[in-house]
């Protein structure tokens, strides 16, 4: 008999469902089994793996199921417990003292559900300090379904190691010279797994910091961990207030990051702005949601490339191009400038405080911009199956002039189609990982935007009512 194990939650980026309906103790062991016999046939060698877990009701069970099936497929578990997903990641780059002997891990996993909701949990996963992710999980989920059953006995042997000391050692030897520094600021951890190393860095450099919902608890009790939606940011912004004018907030796993003015809500790629003034001539990697004033900046005194969206592309291609800066707008940050390039919210933390002590003042260089109207990223549902052909439709009808439709200057074809216009531009892409088709518009004025968000909605809507033509 095959083992029922559903392809949906093999994500372009992770592995992520539903717990005990489409992510199981069961199917867990037998993902954790066939990704270890990847693992050995990948590195021609015992790999030791690094595991670690965010704080949901059913992480640990999963963490359970999870080494049964590593074990049994002749993988050695690195046990680092409860830890944000930088914490994770930064493990995999350490020498530990193991078995009497020094051993750097061979690969990574994070049990987490990341910002979803708290009936969600998954897997992220890297190998050789490289995301393991896409058509590499879509050949995970085919071996698995090609397999008879087997059974796997539960088996919770591991090594646990302290990765957290060296972690929390690290930050404040890398941010030594903020020790004192008493300008205030705030931050909300979301109930999420950030304070496991946060407020004890903060604390060991003696900063100026009120909290909010540090305690981590997997029943989110004051809000959901999702940084990107505005209701979650109330709290952090009633701290906003006289002398704060700087507040922080994270994810379920930590590492994704918001950053609160009084004015601003800091997005990704400004921050991307910010950091790079601090660095010399750097190579900044950013996305094709950025508002093109952010490009226009930064290519003033940096080489810019736009990539696709995405927390394993731009880590990936970071590494590729040996970029300083990688930074997604929903505030995945990644630097290679000082760091391991990987996306971790606490270390962002931290060189957004060192902005402040170089004198950079947030507000003062943002107002510098041109102004233009940006909208948040907009949702429309669509079939999982024709996501990706309403947008192939999509482009062949921008090919012939669209009676109406704002001239267009040209398409990137980079992720989706971002359409540039004489005044703004509109974004349309496939999520890869929900059954949405994401828009996006930026404008000189809102009036201008408006006007692309209907050209462009009318054209989506014709597409979608073409293929249910066709399916009928």
């Not at 999980?137 to 796997?152: N, T, V, W």
């Not at 646990?160 to 030594?176: E, G, P, R, S």
């Not at 100026?208 to 809000?223: A, I, K, T, V």
Request: negative net charge; proline residues 3%.
């Amino acid at each position: 008999m095959i083992n029922k194990i559903e392809k949906t939650i093999f994500r372009q980026y992770d592995i992520r469902g539903i717990v005990n309906k489409e992510l199981t103790a069961e199917n867990t062991k037998l993902i954790a089994y066939y990704l270890g016999l990847t693992i050995k046939e990948k590195l021609k060698k015992t790999p030791y793996i690094v595991v670690g877990y965010d704080v949901r009701t059913h992480s640990t069970m999963l963490f359970n199921a999870l080494i049964s099936g590593l074990n049994l497929s002749g993988c050695k578990v690195l046990n680092i417990e409860l830890v944000a997903t930088g914490v994770n990641y930064f493990a995999s780059y350490q020498e530990f003292e193991i078995e009497n002997k020094t051993i750097k891990p061979d690969a990574s996993i994070m049990i987490t559900g990341s910002h979803n909701a708290k009936n969600y949990n998954g897997f992220k996963i890297t190998i050789n300090n490289e995301p393991y992710f896409g058509d590499e999980l879509i050949e995970l989920y085919e071996r698995i379904i090609k397999a008879q059953e087997i059974e796997i006995p539960d088996n919770q042997d591991f090594i646990k190691i302290d990765a957290k000391t060296l972690y929390i050692d690290y930050m404040i030897n890398q941010f030594a010279h903020l020790k004192d520094f008493k300008v205030p600021f705030a931050l909300d951890c979301g109930n999420g797994v950030a304070n496991t190393v946060l407020c004890d860095i903060l604390d060991k450099l003696n900063l100026n910091y009120q909290g909010l919902h540090l305690e981590p608890d997997g029943e989110f009790p004051n809000h959901h961990p999702d940084p990107t939606n505005e209701k979650n940011l109330e709290d952090l912004k009633t701290l906003l207030i006289n002398d704060c004018n700087l507040g922080f907030a994270y994810d379920g796993d930590a590492d994704r990051i918001a950053v609160l003015t009084q004015k601003y809500n800091i997005k990704g790629d400004m921050l991307a702005l910010l950091f790079s003034k601090t660095m010399k001539n750097p190579i900044i990697i950013g996305e094709v949601s950025y508002s093109q004033n952010i490009f226009d900046e930064m290519n003033q005194n940096s080489q810019t490339i736009m990539d696709k969206t995405g927390y394993s592309n731009l880590r990936l291609k970071l590494k590729e191009l040996n970029a300083d800066l990688a930074a997604e707008v929903s505030g995945h940050i990644f630097f290679n400038d000082r760091y391991y390039g990987f996306d971790d919210a606490i270390y962002a933390t931290f060189r957004v405080l060192e902005l402040l002590y170089l004198g950079i003042n947030l507000d003062d260089e943002l107002d510098k911009l041109p102004k233009v109207y940006t909208s948040e990223n907009i949702e429309i549902e669509v079939s999982e199956n024709k996501k990706f052909l309403i947008i192939e439709k999509i482009e062949n009808k921008l090919t012939q002039i669209q009676r109406g439709f704002p001239i267009i200057k040209d398409i990137l074809k980079i992720d989706g189609l971002r359409i540039n216009f004489e005044y703004g531009w509109a974004l349309i892409r496939a999520s890869n990982t929900n059954a949405l088709i994401m828009t996006k518009y930026e404008a000189t004025s809102h009036a201008t935007a408006m006007t692309y968000k209907k050209a462009v909605e009318n054209i989506i809507q014709e597409v979608r009512n073409e293929l249910n033509c066709i399916t009928n």
